[in-house]
């Protein structure tokens, strides 16, 4: 008995080869779409752009600076930093001191300090540089530890750590910023800022409960300041008289800062 073959016909195999070739279509655009083959076939692309160059949050947030060089950027938020802790500091003098003459050197540097704070606010926004909110982390921990003192151990406190020692780096700082600073308008806030500074440096060292830390050699550094300002003396309520062209405590109120 002859057995026969089956033979596929013409019309078959055009089917066949329609089918494979619909087949092979239905799975290709898993790897075809997107631009440039970027992304993964499980996305096909679309998950997340690359980035480019320019582009981007980080980027995005370096370019609102693009005003102001980095490291007058860098003098900006230090100093907000620094005017805030010496607000915050002395508006909690002002009230729980109990010297007088504490007292009122404590409302001078809020009343000082907040116009130089707000000075700075503004020469910030206008160069699109943004601020801290708050003081460092260790600054708040200061205030919060001068907080818990009480009666003449705070006051000690207060001038010891805010009237001197953080006035002494704020002066290092301004006198730098005087020389380095690229934009002339901040360069402009810490030249008019610095002689202030050493006023409030020299009025708290003359305090009595600053102690060994007022220093001789601090006194005689801030007299010298003063000397070459034109200042008259050496009482430590006229240092840097030349700038507010006033004696005592309350002419430094015409210093804007």
């Known amino acids: 008995m002859t057995m026969h073959k089956p033979k596929l016909s013409a019309v078959g195999l055009a089917l066949a080869f329609t089918f494979g070739s619909a087949l092979a279509q239905s799975t290709a655009p898993a790897q075809s779409s997107g631009s440039g083959g970027a992304g993964t076939s499980a996305t096909g692309g679309r998950s997340a752009p690359q980035a480019q160059p320019g582009t981007g949050t980080r980027n995005a947030e370096t ?3 693009d005003k102001m060089a980095r490291a007058d950027r860098r003098f900006v938020q230090e100093v907000a930093g620094s005017g805030m802790f010496e607000v915050q500091a002395a508006q909690l003098a002002s009230k729980q001191a109990t010297d007088s003459n504490v007292k009122s050197f404590a409302g001078m540097l809020v009343d000082h300090h907040t116009k130089a704070n707000d000075e700075l606010t503004k020469l910030a926004n206008a160069k699109g540089v ?7 982390r260790d600054l708040r921990r200061q205030i919060e530890t001068l907080g818990k003192k009480k009666g003449q151990e705070f006051d000690q406190e207060f001038v010891r750590n805010v009237g001197v020692k953080a006035h002494e780096k704020d002066i290092k700082t301004f006198e730098k910023a005087s020389k380095d600073l690229k934009d002339p308008e901040l360069k402009a806030f810490a030249e008019k800022t ?3 500074l050493k006023e409030h440096l020299a009025m708290a060292q003359k305090l009595p409960q600053a102690g060994k830390q007022g220093g001789e050699q601090q006194g005689k550094k801030a007299g010298g300041d003063s000397s070459k300002m034109g200042a ?3 009482s430590a309520n006229t240092g840097g008289g030349a700038s507010t062209g006033t004696g005592g405590g309350s002419g430094a109120n015409k210093t804007g800062s």
């Open 63 to 65: 370019n609102k600076d």
């Open 194 to 196: 610095l002689p202030t």
């Open 232 to 234: 008259g003396g050496g």
């Open 130 to 136: 943004e601020l801290p909110a708050a003081p460092s």
